[in-house]
């Protein structure tokens, strides 16, 4: 079984300073690949928002059914088509919903994104994983986490301590996220049965 507790050692690492490659999920994973083999799950989906419908309807189901989470999933905001939505990180286990999103105005071109309200969302999930949760979710491996900051740290806080990770990743992001992945990666197709599937094998 593959020794995970300097895995964490990845927080502050740049993407390019890690190596490594994904596994598509095919079916049950081999008896040697149980347990630490694939603790990262990562969704592929395309579609503006798709992602975090898929994410969030996840993490309902596993809550309604008792789970311990921990991480954060994300709900867009669009209330007026003429305006980019407001996206919202609800975080799981801590019942708080952070606003993450800048209001810019209508013709801005710059990062909506407010690093501070991250960081704080960031915080609340990292406080969670003292409870031992079943499942850490994160909304996405994105272009802060590419960067080493978002949920990049509590991504390799959950791993270090044998929480597996759920999480969803662009295309242009892949290159990055499996090399921070080191192996440890494993696609799953991008539907409820399959993810469910995924965290009932990994999760026990």
Same mark, same amino acid.
Not at 74 to 100: W, Y
Not at 165 to 178: G, I, P, Y
């Given at each position: 079984?593959?020794? @995970?507790?300097?895995?964490? *050692? *990845? !927080? =502050?690492? +740049? ?12 079916? +049950?994973? +081999? ?22 419908? @898929?994410?969030?309807? $996840? ?7 008792? !789970?311990?989470?921990?991480?954060? $999933? ?16 609800? /975080? ?5 919903? $952070? ?22 969302? /960031?915080? *609340? ?21 590419? =960067? ?8 390799? #806080? ?10 969803? $990743? ?7 996220? *499996?090399?921070? #992945? ?14 469910? =599937? !995924? ?6």
């Amino acid at each position: 079984m593959r020794d @995970l507790s300097s895995f964490s *050692l *990845l !927080w =502050d690492k +740049p993407a390019g300073q890690t190596r490594g490659r994904g596994r598509q999920s095919a079916g +049950p994973l +081999p008896e040697t690949e149980k347990g630490h083999g694939f603790m990262l799950g990562y969704l592929i989906v395309e579609g503006r928002g798709a992602a975090d419908r @898929l994410l969030f309807s $996840v993490a309902e189901q596993l809550q309604a059914k008792g !789970w311990a989470l921990a991480g954060a $999933v994300q709900v867009n905001d669009e209330r007026d088509p003429q305006a980019r939505c407001d996206m919202d990180l609800h /975080v799981l286990a801590r019942d708080r919903v $952070v606003r993450i999103s800048q209001n810019l105005g209508a013709l801005s071109r710059g990062c909506r994104l407010d690093p501070a309200a991250l960081a704080s969302a /960031v915080g *609340l999930a990292e406080a969670a994983l003292a409870s031992s949760p079943r499942l850490c979710i994160v909304n996405k491996f994105g272009k802060a986490e590419v =960067d080493g900051a978002g949920f990049r740290p509590l991504i390799g #806080a959950a791993m270090a301590q044998g929480i597996p990770v759920l999480t969803s $990743v662009s295309r242009s992001n892949l290159e990055a996220f *499996l090399r921070f #992945a080191e192996g440890l990666g494993e696609e799953i197709d991008p539907n409820p049965t399959a993810v469910l =599937d !995924w965290c009932h094998r990994h999760c026990g």
